[in-house]
């Protein structure tokens, strides 16, 4: 049995509503920017898991760096206009992930101290 449904009359009346993704519908604290560091296990697998957690919030990070030394993955990854409680519960799960050893929450007091954090990130390089 196969039915037919007509796609015309739907967008026909969804043209006018703007899509709501994820990052529109989420509570941000603009101009707020954090930065993870985090020293983990060099596996293949730890950068993918650690941005995991930032886009499926919707998230895009303002800078990240990272930097093998031996068998340790040194990360730092800035994000911007995020909340609170929502920076206290990414910190949380980038540190239930098995290779992550230390995650260190860093909030960044404005913008001047956004910008030299990332001139030191490329700096470092």
């Known amino acids: 049995m196969f039915s037919t449904v007509n796609t015309n009359s ?4 969804s043209s006018n509503a703007a899509p709501v993704s994820a990052s529109d519908a989420r509570i941000t ?28 919030r919707g998230l895009v990070p303002l800078a990240l760096h990272s930097r093998l030394t031996g068998d340790r993955l040194d990360i730092a990854m800035e994000i911007g206009d995020l909340p609170q409680a929502e920076t206290d519960h ?12 230390r995650v260190t929450v860093t909030e960044l007091a404005a913008e001047a101290a956004a910008a030299e954090r990332f001139t030191e990130l490329v700096a470092a390089e």
Do not use: H, W
Not at 10 to 13: F, S
Not at 90 to 101: E, K, S, T, W
């Open 29 to 56: 604290a603009p101009g707020r920017r954090v930065v993870f560091s985090l020293v983990a296990d060099a596996d293949p697998g730890t950068l993918p898991r650690v941005l995991e957690y930032v886009a499926k």
């Open 90 to 101: 990414v910190g949380r799960c980038l540190g239930q992930i098995p290779m992550v050893a």
């Open 10 to 13: 739907l967008n026909a009346n």
